[in-house]
């Protein structure tokens, strides 16, 4: 957490410590919603990666995020349920390696047509998965019985027991937060930083740009693939729409309104805007209006998203100018 | 003719028929883009406001013709009040906040219209002399309607395609789209140059709409689907060019076509693995220039 | 950005901020119910009540809560509370969504929903959480065959259903050649799956089964096909907005003529207005028709009418017989949701008195019913024929079978 305020920093652990309480006073209900909502904070800093430290725009995110969670399906037998330990690797081998294909494609591209052709990806696996009568198509397809963690014999925890699925998913989005910020702060970091910044002087710098943009976006990729599986083990139901362009415009709501660049921000962002659909859509059934709404205020009036507004609030005079580098 | 040449020649009709419809569609988004380098995801809504407006209004005055007299003037108004209040802030913006900003547009315009409209699927009437087909075949006929749109759409190519490039205003766009800097020390009001065009976007949204709801049927959602088309078609063609966008559209429509025809079980797909074939080869698009 | 007075806008971003802590605050305060001493039955619903299925859910809602009405607003005697949900037709957030009504609301009856994809999620919450569910619309054939279970039913059909029957009325007639239509979805390949089922078991051919991806609605391509493969008749599966396109392409290309179209009832039901002319003498097939006179249906639809101010509809039926299974279910054990065996029993004997006609249901949980055809006559589908009868789902899979 270098180079954020002392005052952030406090608040950042706070919020941990929330968390980590959390379920001694939430019912079943909130527990789920809340694990939902970290599921959605590691798609939300896989995005991140790209968008907020790279300076990649990918409307096709989703892409990932769904071969996670159909890898799952894949691998779970009808009735038994599939070793977390093997699962769960592969789902990430497999969303990285896409990731490296789809990537040597479309990092050729950039601007607009990069949004486009992401999105095209996305597209395309939507309607693949929904002709495909053995992938379930569009009714979806079940995981009957959630990953086991047997090894040996022995099962450190139940992805069953709503308890221990929370901590879980709780231990993989700190690890995932510190696996990025540990990158963000290495020299890898700074060169992707670099290239955000301005990619020609990198490359003329002598950095092979395309390598480093590759990396990023094959370790987004595998993150989302990360998030996806959590997301399909939660509730044992997968179906075309996870790559749907629905998706990547959520998460990357999150991103933008949570505040790029920074690890917090999406995180932040994904329990606000879950949060407040949850408290809209019980308002009134046309809440997708005031939604919307909020939105379009956040974008004139927060340029750095939530975390930009939390950062201006609790860090009195400090100049954000320095952030923007 | 053999009869499989016939219906050969048909589906090349019908490709390039869905292809104009498209142009119509693609061609205010990739003006807005090109000009004012914005990517407007609420476009999609434009056209559905424009087929509502269109409907309501047929339905009451019983003419569509009249309807799209009084909605097109309507639309106008409503695109540039939405440009004076929150396009205007969007010109030196990242392209993620526009995205953004235009993407809560679509919820808001989604839910303005389930409030005054209602969600149900309504149809509106062909114009009586246009209401009947040709025959082609002792079994396939094809409505005139669709004939008229094409060649409504070629019409308005043409008019875009000779205004853009023949008309002072049109210079004064094609400048704006190169250097907008240049454009206003020479003394020409970019802010103008920028309403017009986003007003031309939108009315060629909502005309599309207007002008396919006979066909098209009018229903929520509608938007999205063909917003998701047309920034394909964009893509393709070149992000601010007609002429892109116009090529585009066929190679679009007649690949759409030809895909259900020859490989239906990846139809929906053919589009999108054209437009990734089109950006491996050409990485700006057919006609685009590097932005 | 431009600049401003900092204090000014600290102070807008401050108030932003206390209102977004507000908001995300009261999502946590435990919806309290207006249960006032003892306890009420609460019915979960989970509907479409905005997007293109909205219509749809508010008439299986607004009948739903007729059928109960009528029994003097109680099941088993006991007062009922609602729980809504608004599922969007977002498949996505099915699993979430049902999770609300079963985990946070703690619903005795779940009931819902029309689109498919979220159904299913639907099944798989309601089936993890024991909890029962009602299904008042969505046609899919796992919920009622490979995902089948003792706690759910179904009040509709699948979509199976009428496409067997279309299969076997067509193939009567002494029709052998055939094309299908459809998009290339789950509901679609059932659909289709069934006609040709029904078409072929009397000598009949399906030259070709037609598809076009989801929710593709541009026809031509596949108009022209169908001219050039010449079959004696089209059998086809859309529904809402594709439904009232291909119509009017369909006729607009000439076609209407020289091949007959017929398909599942979805193709004409609530679309006519939309369809005007090109719909016209179109046959179908549906468990529900205009013009039955069946005393139930009369008086249903007038106090449907007088209930919701709308005319009522297949969707509405379905609604309305959820109700009525509700009320069959829990009339035996005086409303006690605790006595889950009784009331499943009960549910499964049950003889249903629908406006539809009469129907009991299968051991799978989904209704046998006849199976009428319908025509065409100005803005109504009018009964012809009963094109099967007592006509039951395969129910593949179903380990209840």
């Known amino acids: 957490m270098r180079g954020y305020h002392l005052a952030v920093r406090i608040l950042l652990l706070l919020g941990l410590a929330a968390l980590l309480v959390f379920p001694v006073a939430a019912g079943k209900f909130y527990l789920q919603l809340f694990s939902k909502i970290m599921i959605l904070a590691i798609f939300a800093m896989s995005l991140d990666l790209l968008v907020g430290f790279t300076g990649l725009i990918s409307l096709g995110h989703a892409t990932f995020f769904g071969l996670g969670a159909y890898t799952l399906m894949l691998m779970s037998p009808e009735y038994a349920a599939a070793s977390l330990w093997l699962s769960l690797p592969v789902a990430l081998v497999v969303a990285a390696l896409a990731a490296l294909i789809i990537g040597v494609l479309v990092l050729r591209s950039s601007g607009v047509y990069f949004i486009m052709v992401t999105l095209a990806f996305s597209q395309m696996f939507f309607y693949y998965v929904t002709g495909s009568r053995r992938l379930g198509g569009s009714d979806g397809a079940y995981i009957y019985v959630k990953p086991e963690t047997t090894l040996y014999g022995w099962a450190p925890f139940q992805l069953s027991n709503n308890l221990h699925f929370y901590y879980f998913v709780l231990a993989l989005m700190v690890v995932t937060y510190l696996l990025l910020q540990v990158m963000m702060d290495s020299p890898f970091g700074h060169t992707i930083r670099g290239i955000k910044v301005n990619e020609h002087r990198m490359r003329s710098l002598g950095f092979p740009t395309f390598r480093y943009k590759l990396a990023a976006f094959v370790i987004a990729g595998a993150l989302a693939g990360l998030a996806g599986y959590l997301d399909a083990a939660q509730y044992g139901f997968v179906n075309p729409d996870l790559f749907g362009w629905r998706e990547s415009g959520i998460v990357l709501m999150m991103v933008i309104l949570g505040g790029m660049g920074t690890l917090y921000g999406p995180i932040l962002g994904a329990f606000v805007l879950v949060l407040l659909q949850e408290f809209l859509a019980d308002q009134t059934k046309h809440w997708l209006l005031p939604m919307g709404l909020f939105v379009i205020l956040a974008v004139l009036v927060l340029p750095l998203g939530i975390s930009g507004m939390v950062e201006q609030l609790v860090v009195l005079r400090r100049n954000l100018g320095a952030r923007r580098a | 003719m053999s009869d499989k040449v016939i219906f050969f020649l048909i589906q090349v009709l019908n490709g390039v028929q869905y292809g104009l419809l498209l142009f119509l569609l693609a061609s205010g988004l990739t003006l807005i883009f090109g000009v004012m380098r914005i990517i407007n995801l609420a476009h999609g809504s434009f056209y559905m406001l424009g087929a509502y407006l269109a409907f309501s209004f047929a339905e009451r005055t019983g003419n569509l013709w009249l309807a799209m007299l009084i909605a097109i003037p309507l639309t106008v108004l409503i695109g540039l009040v939405l440009e004076a209040a929150l396009f205007r802030f969007l010109y030196h913006r990242d392209h993620l906040y526009q995205v953004l900003l235009t993407y809560g547009l679509i919820l808001v315009f989604e839910e303005v219209r389930s409030i005054l409209f209602g969600d149900e699927v309504h149809g509106v009437k062909v114009p009586a002399f246009l209401d009947f087909s040709l025959r082609l075949t002792p079994t396939l006929s094809y409505p005139v309607y669709r004939l008229f749109i094409s060649a409504v759409c070629i019409g308005v190519g043409a008019g875009l395609y000779m205004f853009i490039n023949y008309t002072r205003v049109g210079m004064s766009v094609r400048a704006g789209a190169l250097n907008r800097e240049m454009v206003q020390s020479l003394g020409i009001d970019i802010g103008l140059i920028y309403r017009l065009v986003f007003a031309l976007g939108v009315a060629l949204a909502a005309f599309a709409g207007m002008i396919a709801a006979p066909v098209a049927s009018v229903f929520p959602g509608m938007g999205n689907q063909i917003l998701i088309i047309s920034f394909v078609v964009v893509v393709i063609g070149g992000i601010g060019s007609v002429k892109g966008a116009f090529i585009g559209s066929l190679l679009i429509g007649l690949a759409d076509t030809f895909g259900q025809v020859f490989a239906r079980e990846i139809s929906g797909i053919t589009l999108y693995f054209l437009m990734v074939l089109v950006l491996l080869w050409r990485p700006e698009g057919l006609f685009g220039r590097a932005t | ?401």
């Not at chain 3, 050649?177 to 659909?191: F, I, K, L, P």
């Open chain 3, 1 to 401: 950005m431009s600049k401003s007075e900092p204090v000014t806008r600290r102070t807008m971003l401050k108030s932003i901020l206390a209102g977004a802590g507000v908001a995300a605050a009261s999502a946590f305060i435990p919806r309290c119910f207006a249960a006032v001493g003892g306890a009420k039955i609460k019915l979960g619903l989970m509907l479409p009540y905005t997007g293109t299925y909205a219509s749809l859910g508010k008439n299986i809602d607004d009948a739903l809560r007729l059928a109960i009405a009528e029994r003097g607003g109680r099941l088993g005697g006991r007062e009922v509370d609602y729980v809504v949900v608004d599922d969007e037709s977002e498949p996505a957030k099915g699993a979430e969504n049902a999770n609300k009504l079963v985990a946070r609301d703690k619903v005795d009856f779940l009931i819902g929903t029309v689109h498919s994809g979220v159904a299913m999620a639907m099944v798989k919450v309601a089936t993890d959480n024991d909890t029962m569910l009602i299904i008042p619309n969505a046609g899919a054939a796992a919920a009622t065959g490979a995902a089948c279970a003792p706690n759910i039913f179904r009040t509709s059909f699948t979509n199976w259903q009428p496409g067997f029957a279309m299969g076997k009325v067509m193939v009567g007639r002494g029709q052998k050649r055939a094309v299908s239509v459809s998009w290339d979805y789950a509901a679609g390949r059932e659909s289709m799956g069934g006609f040709k089922e029904g078409f072929t078991s009397g000598g009949g051919n399906v030259e070709k089964e037609l598809v076009l991806a989801f929710p593709q609605v541009e026809f031509q391509a596949i108009l022209t096909e169908i001219a050039a493969i010449k079959p004696q008749f089209v059998y086809t599966f859309f529904a809402g907005a594709g439904a009232v396109k291909f119509v009017k392409d369909y006729a607009a290309a000439g076609l209407k003529n020289s091949i007959p179209l017929v398909g599942a009832g979805f193709l004409t039901d609530g679309t006519l207005q939309a369809q005007g002319d090109a719909a016209q003498g179109l046959e179908t097939t549906l468990h529900y028709a205009d013009g039955l006179n069946l005393p139930k249906d009369n008086a249903f639809r007038a106090a449907f009418k007088k209930a919701a101010n709308r005319d009522a509809d297949v969707y509405a039926v379905q609604g309305y017989d959820a109700g009525q299974l509700l009320a069959a279910g829990l009339g035996t054990v005086k409303g006690d949701t605790s006595a889950r065996k009784e009331i499943i029993a009960a549910m499964e004997k049950a003889e249903i008195d629908s406006p539809r006609g009469k129907f009991t249901l299968s051991k799978a949980h989904n209704p046998v019913q006849d199976i009428y055809l319908r025509k065409v006559t100005g803005l109504e589908n009018r009964f012809v024929s009963v094109a099967v009868k007592a006509l039951a789902d395969p129910a593949r899979g179903c380990k209840l079978v």
